[in-house]
């Protein structure tokens, strides 16, 4: 399903932009309750440090639950959000009751709903109300008490604050998104993790039969990023193979391209690559890039050792 790969993008989206101002959690279990926390963050680093995150930033200074939506979230959606909020604090409550401690109620997390459009019925529903000029406009809330809101992507404004939250929006808004992205400095601080993420995300999606029109029209979006990505890390491995003789260097080069490019993708899906993931990487230095780039994005390890070693 669409949903599931762009979700899944979403919450990876958000940890690669959160991870280094603190902890982040993707599909945060709830204890003891049947729900999961799409994206938890609890920040580690002081408020003037999240300012290169502009508007996600701005919302992400203090403990917070963002919950992402493809598709515009209906009522129970909402409600659900909500129901995940009061039980993550519910927890916190009964923690601090068996350590004999008082609640901050300024410490508690905020629920923040990032949804790709949100209708004016829904937004009228549930009382949201902006909070000008402090916030943007597509940035509603709840009473502060319910410490909940919601932020509707194709309303946000089209500048650098809000980059980071309008690539996870669809249609002219994630385009406008991908455009402003690749017009980012080569050496920008989050453009090339952004870049690898948008492009493993095209690579799934073409993996896919019978694509739906609008997982076609994210192919097209996401086309340009992939392959300024593709050229750009053939390059990277063309100049370090050129170091080693210019006699060799094209051929070497792509090598190296092909290796960087494996290299990124199993790091991406399990973490640090120990001796074995490097045997699988220098293995798929064999196999056209056609016939290497689908197995290391969709292979288990343990179907990728088993090919390594048969």
């Known amino acids: 399903m669409t949903t599931k790969i762009h979700d899944q993008f979403a919450k990876e989206c958000l940890a690669c932009l959160l991870e280094t101002k603190g902890q982040v959690s993707i599909s945060y279990e709830i204890p003891k309750q049947a729900f999961q926390v799409d994206v938890m963050f609890t920040p580690a680093s002081p408020p003037n440090e999240f300012h290169t995150l502009g508007l996600l930033g701005q919302m992400a200074n203090t403990t917070v639950l963002l919950e992402p939506f493809w598709n515009p979230p209906n009522n129970r959606n909402l409600r659900t959000c909500l129901l995940k909020l009061f039980l993550v604090h519910n927890e916190l409550y009964n923690k601090a009751r068996s350590d004999k401690i008082s609640v901050v109620e300024d410490t508690l997390p905020r629920l ?15 009382n949201f109300a902006v909070k000008p000029p402090t916030w943007p406009s597509g940035v509603y809330f709840l009473g502060d008490s319910l410490k909940t809101a919601v932020v509707v992507i194709n309303q946000l404004p089209r500048n650098h604050e809000t980059l980071w939250l309008r690539l996870l929006g ?32 095209h690579l799934h999606l073409g993996l896919k039969k019978n694509l739906t029109t609008t997982e076609q029209e994210l192919i097209m979006q996401s086309s340009p990023i992939y392959l300024k990505w593709r050229e750009e890390t053939l390059q990277q491995g063309l100049q370090q193979g050129l170091q080693q003789g210019v006699q060799q260097g094209l051929q070497q080069g792509r090598l190296e391209g092909q290796r960087l490019m494996a290299t990124q993708l199993l790091a991406s899906r399990f973490g640090v690559l120990d001796e074995v993931l490097l045997q699988v990487v220098e293995w798929s230095l064999q196999l056209p890039l056609a016939e290497s780039m689908p197995l290391l994005l969709t292979a288990s390890r343990a179907e990728l050792v088993k090919r390594v070693l048969s």
């Open 112 to 126: 923040w709903i990032l949804a790709t459009s949100l209708s004016t019925d829904l937004l009228e529903g549930f």
């Open 170 to 201: 669809r249609g002219a808004m994630l385009t406008q998104a991908i455009q402003d992205l690749m017009a980012l400095p080569s050496d920008h601080l989050y453009r090339s993790q952004l870049v690898e993420l948008f492009s493993t995300f």
